[in-house]
T-cell receptor, first 116, second 114 residues
Framework: DGGITQSPKYLFRKEGQNVTLSCEQN?????MYWYRQDPGQGLRLIYY???????QKGDIAEGYSVSREKKESFPLTVTSAQKNPTAFYLC???????????????FGSGTRLTVV | AQSVTQLGSHVSVSEGALVLLRCNYS??????LFWYVQYPNQGLQLLLK??????LVKGINGFEAEFKKSETSFHLTKPSAHMSDAAEYFC????????????FGTGTRLTIIP
C-alpha cells in the first residue's frame, strides 16, 4: 500500500545535538511538508518542497534544515540552534494538481521528539 | 493570506447526541476548506473537503460540513456521536488556485460522554 513512513516514532535528543527525522513516501507525490505540532497551537509549517532539489521556509524554519535529493524523501534535521525542539513532528505529501484540482495532504504517523 | 479559527478548543457531547465543531475562515480569494481528524499519537486523516463544488460536503464516518460564504464558515457536524469519534479535529484552508499550502486551525478536542 502507498503511504508516508516517518521514523523513528519516538526520538530522544540530548541538548546540543543535531537529530534527523526521516520521511519517505511511495505515493509519487511532488510536494512534501514538515509541520510541528504543540498542544493548543495546531500545526505550524517548518519547511516545504514542491520539487526535487528545491525547498522553501515555512513559518517557523529557524533551527531546522531539510534536503530534497530524491522525490521520495524529505528528511528534517533539528539542529542545536532550535531552542525548544520537544514536539510532535508530522510529515505530509501532496500530488500537485492542475487545472484547478486540489488534493488534500496525506500525513505520516509522526515522530515525537523529546529533549533530555 | 488565509487563516482559520476554530471556536472551542474542547467540546464534549453525549453518545448519540449531535456533534457540532465550528470553523470560520478568512481568505482574500475563494478558498478550499478541509477537515482532518487526529487520534492520539497518529497523523492526520482527511475527513472531507470543499473545493467549490457542492456547498454541503459529506465525508467519512458520517461527518458532513456546509460551506457558507455569507458567514465565512465551514462547520463540521455529525447527527449522532459515537465513542469512536473521540479525537482532535482540525480545520484547514488554502487558496483555490495553484498549489498553495494548507493553513491549519488550532484544533478542537472532542470528548464523547457515555
Amino acid at each position: 500500500d502507498g503511504g508516508i513512513t516517518q521514523s523513528p516514532k519516538y526520538l530522544f535528543r540530548k541538548e546540543g545535538q543535531n537529530v534527523t527525522l526521516s520521511c519517505e513516501q511511495n505515493l509519487n507525490h511532488d510536494a512534501m511538508y514538515w509541520y510541528r505540532q504543540d498542544p493548543g497551537q495546531g500545526l505550524r509549517l517548518i519547511y516545504y518542497s514542491q520539487i526535487v532539489n528545491d525547498f522553501q521556509k515555512g513559518d517557523i524554519a529557524e533551527g531546522y534544515s531539510v534536503s530534497r535529493e530524491k522525490k521520495e524523501s524529505f528528511p528534517l534535521t533539528v539542529t542545536s540552534a532550535q531552542k525548544n525542539p520537544t514536539a510532535f513532528y508530522l510529515c505530509a505529501s501532496r500530488h500537485q494538481g492542475t487545472g484547478g484540482n486540489f488534493y488534500g495532504y496525506t500525513f505520516g504517523s509522526g515522530t515525537r521528539l523529546t529533549v533530555v | 493570506a488565509q487563516s482559520v479559527t476554530q471556536l472551542g478548543s474542547h467540546v464534549s457531547v453525549s453518545e448519540g447526541a449531535l456533534v457540532l465543531l465550528r470553523c470560520n475562515y478568512s481568505s482574500s480569494v475563494p478558498p478550499y476548506l478541509f477537515w482532518y481528524v487526529q487520534y492520539p499519537n497518529q497523523g492526520l486523516q482527511l475527513l472531507l473537503k470543499y473545493t467549490s463544488a457542492a456547498t454541503l460536503v459529506k465525508g467519512i464516518n458520517g461527518f458532513e460540513a456546509e460551506f457558507k460564504k455569507s458567514e465565512t464558515s465551514f462547520h463540521l457536524t455529525k447527527p449522532s456521536a459515537h465513542m469512536s469519534d473521540a479525537a482532535e479535529y482540525f480545520c484547514a484552508v488554502s487558496a483555490n488556485f495553484g498549489n498553495e499550502k494548507l493553513t491549519f486551525g488550532t484544533g478542537t478536542r472532542l470528548t464523547i460522554i457515555p
